[in-house]
Nanobody
Framework: QVQLVESGGGLVQPGGSLRLSCAASGSIFSINFMGWYRQAPGKQRELVTTITSSGNTNYADSVKGRFTISRDSAKNTVNLQMNSLKPEDTAVYYC??????????????WGQGTQVTVSS
Protein backbone atom coordinates (compact mmCIF):
# COMPACT_ATOMS: atom_id res chain seq x y z
CA GLN A 1 0.00 0.00 0.00
CA VAL A 2 2.95 2.31 0.63
CA GLN A 3 6.13 2.48 -1.39
CA LEU A 4 9.37 4.33 -0.72
CA VAL A 5 11.61 5.01 -3.71
CA GLU A 6 15.14 6.34 -3.27
CA SER A 7 17.16 8.13 -5.91
CA GLY A 8 20.39 10.07 -6.25
CA GLY A 9 23.02 7.49 -5.40
CA GLY A 10 26.16 6.96 -7.41
CA LEU A 11 29.92 7.20 -7.51
CA VAL A 12 31.62 10.30 -6.13
CA GLN A 13 35.20 11.25 -5.28
CA PRO A 14 36.26 11.92 -1.69
CA GLY A 15 35.24 15.43 -0.71
CA GLY A 16 32.40 15.47 -3.19
CA SER A 17 28.67 15.76 -2.66
CA LEU A 18 25.52 13.83 -3.41
CA ARG A 19 21.85 14.50 -2.80
CA LEU A 20 19.55 11.58 -2.09
CA SER A 21 15.78 11.75 -2.31
CA CYS A 22 13.06 9.45 -1.05
CA ALA A 23 9.48 9.73 -2.23
CA ALA A 24 6.64 7.99 -0.41
CA SER A 25 3.49 7.08 -2.28
CA GLY A 26 0.36 5.02 -1.75
CA SER A 27 -2.33 5.01 0.91
CA ILE A 28 -0.89 7.64 3.24
CA PHE A 29 -2.81 9.58 5.84
CA SER A 30 0.25 11.03 7.52
CA ILE A 31 3.96 10.39 7.94
CA ASN A 32 5.18 10.79 11.50
CA PHE A 33 8.84 10.00 10.99
CA MET A 34 11.31 9.68 8.14
CA GLY A 35 14.96 8.87 8.13
CA TRP A 36 17.97 7.39 6.43
CA TYR A 37 19.94 4.30 7.35
CA ARG A 38 22.98 2.82 5.68
CA GLN A 39 24.65 -0.56 5.48
CA ALA A 40 28.22 -1.17 4.37
CA PRO A 41 29.50 -4.59 3.29
CA GLY A 42 30.08 -6.82 6.29
CA LYS A 43 28.52 -4.33 8.70
CA GLN A 44 25.15 -3.96 10.35
CA ARG A 45 22.66 -1.39 9.21
CA GLU A 46 23.10 1.86 11.10
CA LEU A 47 21.07 4.99 11.62
CA VAL A 48 22.31 8.03 9.72
CA THR A 49 19.71 10.72 10.38
CA THR A 50 16.02 11.20 11.18
CA ILE A 51 13.45 13.95 10.96
CA THR A 52 10.07 14.13 12.69
CA SER A 53 6.84 15.66 11.47
CA SER A 54 7.62 18.72 13.58
CA GLY A 55 11.00 19.15 11.92
CA ASN A 56 13.25 17.92 14.72
CA THR A 57 16.38 16.23 13.42
CA ASN A 58 19.01 13.86 14.74
CA TYR A 59 22.31 12.80 13.20
CA ALA A 60 24.83 10.09 13.81
CA ASP A 61 28.09 11.49 15.15
CA SER A 62 29.92 10.28 12.06
CA VAL A 63 27.91 12.56 9.74
CA LYS A 64 27.24 15.64 11.86
CA GLY A 65 28.27 18.79 10.07
CA ARG A 66 28.42 17.03 6.71
CA PHE A 67 24.92 15.62 6.08
CA THR A 68 21.62 17.49 6.19
CA ILE A 69 18.16 15.94 6.18
CA SER A 70 15.07 17.83 5.05
CA ARG A 71 11.50 17.00 4.17
CA ASP A 72 8.69 18.29 2.00
CA SER A 73 5.50 17.22 3.75
CA ALA A 74 3.27 18.25 0.87
CA LYS A 75 5.13 15.87 -1.44
CA ASN A 76 5.82 13.15 1.15
CA THR A 77 9.49 13.42 0.30
CA VAL A 78 12.65 13.42 2.37
CA ASN A 79 16.08 14.47 1.12
CA LEU A 80 19.61 13.88 2.29
CA GLN A 81 22.29 16.34 1.28
CA MET A 82 25.70 14.72 1.73
CA ASN A 83 28.79 16.92 1.62
CA SER A 84 32.48 16.27 2.24
CA LEU A 85 31.99 12.60 1.52
CA LYS A 86 34.53 10.11 2.78
CA PRO A 87 35.32 6.56 1.66
CA GLU A 88 33.85 5.44 4.98
CA ASP A 89 30.47 6.73 3.79
CA THR A 90 30.34 4.03 1.11
CA ALA A 91 27.20 1.99 1.73
CA VAL A 92 23.72 1.23 0.56
CA TYR A 93 21.47 3.98 1.87
CA TYR A 94 17.91 3.09 2.84
CA CYS A 95 14.97 5.39 3.33
CA UNK A 96 12.70 4.66 6.27
CA UNK A 97 9.29 6.04 7.19
CA UNK A 98 6.62 5.48 9.82
CA UNK A 99 3.31 5.91 8.02
CA UNK A 100 -0.23 6.20 9.33
CA UNK A 101 -2.77 4.71 6.96
CA UNK A 102 -6.32 5.90 6.49
CA UNK A 103 -7.26 3.08 8.84
CA UNK A 104 -5.18 4.87 11.51
CA UNK A 105 -2.65 2.05 11.66
CA UNK A 106 1.04 2.89 11.97
CA UNK A 107 3.58 0.84 10.07
CA UNK A 108 7.26 1.11 9.24
CA UNK A 109 8.30 0.99 5.59
CA TRP A 110 11.68 0.66 3.91
CA GLY A 111 12.91 1.62 0.49
CA GLN A 112 14.95 -0.71 -1.69
CA GLY A 113 18.14 1.24 -1.11
CA THR A 114 20.49 3.25 -3.28
CA GLN A 115 24.23 2.65 -3.57
CA VAL A 116 26.65 5.40 -2.60
CA THR A 117 30.29 4.77 -3.43
CA VAL A 118 33.00 7.23 -2.41
CA SER A 119 36.26 6.44 -4.16
CA SER A 120 39.02 8.11 -6.12
Amino acid sequence: QVQLVESGGGLVQPGGSLRLSCAASGSIFSINFMGWYRQAPGKQRELVTTITSSGNTNYADSVKGRFTISRDSAKNTVNLQMNSLKPEDTAVYYCNAVVQSFGLVYKTYWGQGTQVTVSS
